[in-house]
């Protein structure tokens, strides 16, 4: 049988394409399952429907160490509702099969138990674009990156305002698709400011790799994706869009209002490039 080959080269065209418009690329973050697997495939439509040019879907998981009390109210809903790695799989096969890029986002012990080679040849198979692993170290990737790479699959690393020069080098070296910059130092959530130290730490990552830089966590307005749009090559946001349907009082509220964020983030993307 043929190995099927993942879509990371629409990971790169998507921000090929925001780069040539003069801008930075809009990418949002949902986990699977939230608020239901269905419920959950219809928000991340309607993120890219407002303006995301690529989405994160979230693996659901009991012991995050990134995830700040917004995203963890969220996949505490997917895993009280069942969601499961084939529930994940359906979600990056039916945004792929809308064309979108799709990443998915998870801590490294889901994959090391479901097998890396299997994890990466669904996620192949499902037309996915790659993995971000917040918690997986570059000096322990080897194995990921090497199922990745035979998939077609890209391997984004965070980075972090804390890591030194020497450190920055070796994961820009082992990353593809981009770097995602962590603006802050803890965990995720919607803030009144980003960051002070992400511009410098994207000056920082730009003297070691050409890959695209990406900052994420705490932006959510559309005031702060202009902000972040002057000096990054892409905004992820996640916690503002779990707020929105958390808030909401029911699910079309919650579609109605993850689109409205989305329009929001894509005309400050816009106006800051």
Known sequence: MATATGNGGALDA???TARNEGRAALIGYLP????SVEGGIEAMRRMVAGGCDVIEVGLPYSDPVLDGPTIQAGVDVALRGGTRIADVMRTVRELAGDGVPTLVMTYWNPIDRYGPERFAAELAEAGGAGCILPDLPVESSELWR???EKHGLQTVFVVAPSNRDERLARITAAGSGFL???SVMGVTGSREQVGEHAADLVERIRRHTDLPVCVGLGVSTGAQAAEVARYADGVIVGSAF????????????GLEAVERL???LAAGVRAGG
């Open 180 to 182: 995602y910059a962590a």
């Open 262 to 264: 989305a329009r929001e």
């Open 146 to 148: 090497e199922v990745a």
């Open 14 to 16: 998507a921000l090929a």
């Open 242 to 253: 779990v707020q929105r349907v958390l808030d909401a009082a029911d699910t079309e509220a």
């Open 32 to 35: 699977a399952g939230f608020p």
